[in-house]
């Protein structure tokens, strides 16, 4: 009741008048009131949360679950793993066993009597016989097939100073292959004995009398010069070579060379298999002193090249060369 409001009087006899009812929706202040017939229900709003204000604590129920379910999902865990497990070890077990069953085939085809080597088949050779190649192979009739290996039985072969390189292969069943490419030998260098040079220069083999047979030699470096230069000594070897076939090739009319002689001041020097005569060409420009020296050839006469002694071809180009006859005729042309 607010103060200054001064209720109206009633008769004793007159029945009091109820409140009247306020409706749900509207607001009455901070509470909201219902009345109903028999009685008044206040509904509070839930409060506001305001800046740095803690809520209500509230209760969580905690179930602790019981030892048997722990253990259950335990061995489930357990189990799965277990089952894993024993796919990957059945698996490994499936490959190691295929891998040995594989070895034990492979071991098997290997030693079978049918791969056995029945035939060595070489390849037509000029200076190394069937027989030696056969030896140096190292497979023997009999062996496993399978088991040769064909590059290390290539690398044996070359071994062989005649051979330059060889191709082995394995023609199954039974028959192993070899073909064998030959160093050819161009000419003869005497390095305190004759060994015989191939294309490049290079010496490959001491000379028998048969094999240096026919071959030019070439003289002027010492064995020993060799092995300090050897770089050195086998471009003087190709720089005679190119000599040699320059005036061999094309010229059979030439007279026969039996030796082509270094020296490291004047350079190089052809000598006559007829005579012995020396033709000094000196360095460079070999076609034209080649050929200023078949005019020589052809105005000798009835003696030939036999007749010479020194040609002087190392010189400077002119009209005139000097040259050196036998004892019996001496002239300058």
Request: zero cysteines.
């Amino acid at each position: 009741m607010r103060a200054g409001v001064v209720p109206p009087k009633r008769s004793r006899s007159e029945p009091p008048k109820p409140f009247p009812a306020a409706p749900l929706t509207e607001p009455a202040g901070p509470s909201a009131v219902a009345a109903t017939r028999d009685r008044i229900t206040v509904q509070h709003p839930p409060p506001k949360r305001r800046l740095f204000r803690r809520r209500n604590n509230r209760r969580l129920t905690v179930m602790r679950p019981s030892i048997a379910s722990v253990l259950q999902d335990s061995l489930r865990a357990v189990g799965r793993r277990l089952a894993t497990l024993g796919k990957v070890l059945a698996v490994l077990a499936f490959v190691l066993a295929s891998a040995q069953g594989g070895r034990l085939l492979v071991g098997r085809v290997i030693a079978s009597p049918r791969f056995a080597v029945r035939d060595i088949a070489v390849g037509p050779t000029e200076h190394v016989s069937a027989e030696e190649v056969t030896a140096l192979s190292g497979v023997k009739l009999g062996d496993k097939l399978l088991s040769v290996d064909p590059d290390a039985v290539a690398a044996r072969l070359t071994t062989h100073p005649w051979i330059l390189a060889a191709r082995v292969r394995r023609d199954l069943p039974s028959t192993l292959s070899i073909e064998i490419t030959e160093r050819r030998a161009v000419a003869a260098a005497l390095l305190g004995a004759l060994y015989l040079l191939d294309d490049a220069g290079r010496p490959f083999k001491r000379a028998t009398f048969a094999e240096a047979d026919g071959l030019p030699v070439i003289t002027g470096v010492s064995r020993d010069q060799y092995a300090a230069v050897r770089t050195t000594s086998e471009a003087v070897f190709r720089q005679a070579l190119v000599l040699y076939s320059a005036y061999t090739d094309g010229h059979r009319e030439r007279p026969r060379l039996s030796e082509v002689h270094v020296d490291p001041r004047t350079g190089f020097t052809l000598v006559l298999f007829d005579g012995s005569g020396e033709i000094r060409l000196g360095r460079g420009d070999f076609p034209a002193k080649l050929a200023r020296l078949d005019r020589i050839f052809a105005a000798l006469g009835p003696r030939g090249p036999s007749a010479l002694s020194v040609v002087y071809l190392d010189g400077p180009l002119s009209d005139r060369v000097a040259l050196r006859l036998t004892a019996r005729r001496t002239a300058e042309n």
